[in-house]
């Protein structure tokens, strides 16, 4: 009897992180990066809650985007400096040779520079790959990329891997790209689960409207 109510105390706990974890993940994909810096440095434990979430989510998938990452990295000189925006447990610093400037809201390791990724303490055209695994999060779309275009060198390399179902129009979004001062170089766009896409620096973002760099907010359902 009492392994019985244990059971349903898991379950009942389970359907309320879950909650909250869907809740939290609406909020990040539909506001700004900056009200996601204020919601985590306001409730600390959200974050940790989060990536919970996250992770259960990730585990399902038949591969994790940023073992594809990893792999690029690992087929390119070590040499290379590395940002990476949106870190969140550091996996990608921990696989790599490279030097990797981690930055994330909250630190999940102490590697990690806490900041709002549209802002990042890095100097101009100081790295020379930005990776945005699974991290292209806030509303504020166009000016996060503006920073990961700013820190990066001309020539560097800018790798996307994101939820597949968030892209309305592929096309469009990387029309918008080029504005933004980045030229595809290769799309694989085979899994269902996420896109990697990989761009090279041509010049500083242009200012002006981008509106084709939409992506949709990536809403987990319900389980
Ligand atoms: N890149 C990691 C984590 C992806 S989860 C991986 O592939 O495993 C997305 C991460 O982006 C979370 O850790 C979240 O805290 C972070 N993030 C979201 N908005 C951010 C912001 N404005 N500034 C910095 N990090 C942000």
């Not at 990329?145 to 390399?157: C, Q, S, Y």
């Not at 918008?176 to 085979?190: P, Y």
């Not at 973002?205 to 509106?211: D, K, V, W």
Request: glycine share 6%; aromatic share 8%.
């Amino acid at each position: 009897r009492s392994g019985r109510s244990a059971a349903l105390r898991a379950r009942m706990e389970e359907r309320l992180l879950g909650a909250r974890f869907r809740y939290l993940n609406q909020q990040l994909y539909t506001g700004s990066s900056r009200d996601a810096e204020r919601l985590f440095r306001a409730d600390p434990a959200a974050f940790h809650l989060y990536h919970q979430g996250f992770e259960r989510q990730v585990r399902r998938w038949p591969e994790r985007p940023v073992q594809r990452i990893v792999r690029y990295l690992r087929r390119r000189p070590a040499s290379l400096v590395v940002a990476d925006f949106g870190c969140g447990d550091c996996t990608l610093a921990a696989s790599v040779r490279n030097q990797v400037h981690c930055f994330d809201l909250v630190p999940l390791s102490p590697r990690v520079t806490v900041c709002d990724m549209a802002k990042v303490p890095l100097a101009a055209e100081s790295v020379d790959v930005a990776v945005f695994c699974l991290a292209l999060m806030g509303t504020n779309l166009q000016e996060i990329l503006g920073e990961a275009n700013r820190v990066l060198r001309l020539g560097g390399t800018l790798m996307v891997a994101e939820v597949a179902s968030r892209f309305e129009d592929t096309r469009a979004f990387l029309k918008a790209m080029t504005q933004l001062g980045f030229r595809t170089v290769s799309k694989d766009l085979s899994s269902s689960y996420f896109y990697l896409l990989e761009f090279a620096k041509t010049g500083p973002a242009r200012p002006g409207p981008a509106p084709g760099l939409r992506l949709r907010p990536c809403l987990y359902k319900k389980r």
